[in-house]
């Protein structure tokens, strides 16, 4: 069995938990510590140097952070604060933690758990997985191998980004119904199922607790759409999952085709240092 410390930072909690990367499976309660007021860099790396010791288990720990992230940077900040831009997190949380952190995408740690363990298991093709939150998340994945950093809640759409027009909290900030808010919805993935033609969507995101609400009243062409399975822990998961990979899920590396080889990896975090 192989044990991975995952860890979520979401908007209002930052959550732990050790994973059984076989199986997908949570090995302890999850452990959450409200995000510090602003999500400020410095702020979080305590944060999470402090689920680190409060777990205390050796070895990789894969972090989820809501913006992109490319070769251990994160790149963009929609809904965090803006020194996040540019910054070499990977090596922040590294330094903090005393261990080997590799930094994803939330939604594509959550895409990377649905499709190995969650609703997405077993299928063959294209998988888009979309997360409504604050903000809207994607993970594109074709036959287990994630696309990284796909980031479709910025895909502009009748003069509208995506994400500020169909998000869960566009949702409740436009004081929309379940059908309302589906409309909108389907707008979007019928436009995302133009361009991308997937076997499945997964929706995940707090909104795949209600599906009961808003599922029927989806329409799609061609494509099927179920709810997220795993939930609140689809981030830890993938997170750990990405970790025990040696982070190459993140590049859209996969283990074959590698273009940074581990020990490369490992030689230019000992150059950080
Ligand atoms: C960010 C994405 C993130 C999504 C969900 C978006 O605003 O740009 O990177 O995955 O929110 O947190």
Redesign the pocket.
């Known amino acids: 069995m192989s044990v991975v410390l995952g860890i979520d930072i979401g908007g209002s909690g930052i959550k732990g938990a050790p994973v059984d990367t076989a199986t997908g499976k949570l090995l302890e309660e999850r452990h959450r510590i409200p995000t510090p007021e602003g999500a400020h860099p410095d702020a979080v790396k305590d944060v999470v140097a402090e689920l680190a010791r409060h777990f205390g288990i050796e070895g990789a720990i894969g972090v989820t952070f809501?913006?992109?992230v490319q070769h251990g940077r994160t790149l963009?900040a929609?809904?965090v604060d803006k020194d996040w831009v540019g910054l070499d997190a990977d090596a922040l949380f590294t330094k903090a933690t005393g261990q080997d952190v590799h930094l994803i995408?939330?939604?594509d740690a959550a895409g990377l758990a649905e499709a190995r363990f969650g609703a997405g298991a077993g299928v063959d093709g294209v998988v888009l997985v979309l997360?409504f939150?604050?903000?809207?998340?994607s993970a594109l994945i074709h036959n287990g191998v994630l696309v990284p950093n796909t980031?479709l809640?910025?895909l502009w759409l009748r003069d509208k980004e995506a994400?500020g027009w169909a998000s869960d909290r566009a949702r409740e900030r436009d004081d929309l119904n379940w059908k309302q808010w589906s409309k909108r919805v389907s707008t979007y993935l019928q436009h995302l199922e133009l361009l991308f033609s997937p076997d499945l969507f997964i929706i995940g995101g707090g909104v795949s607790k209600k599906a009961d609400k808003w599922q029927e009243h989806i329409t799609l062409e061609r494509s099927k759409l179920v709810p997220a399975q795993l939930l609140n822990d689809a981030g830890i998961v993938g997170a750990a999952m990405m970790a025990q990979e040696g982070g190459r899920g993140q590049d859209g590396q996969t283990r074959k085709t590698s273009a940074v080889k581990p020990a490369e990896k490992a030689a230019s975090k000992a150059q950080k240092k």
């Open positions: 809501p913006g992109i963009s929609a809904n995408n939330d939604a997360t939150g604050t903000g809207i998340g980031e809640g910025h994400e």
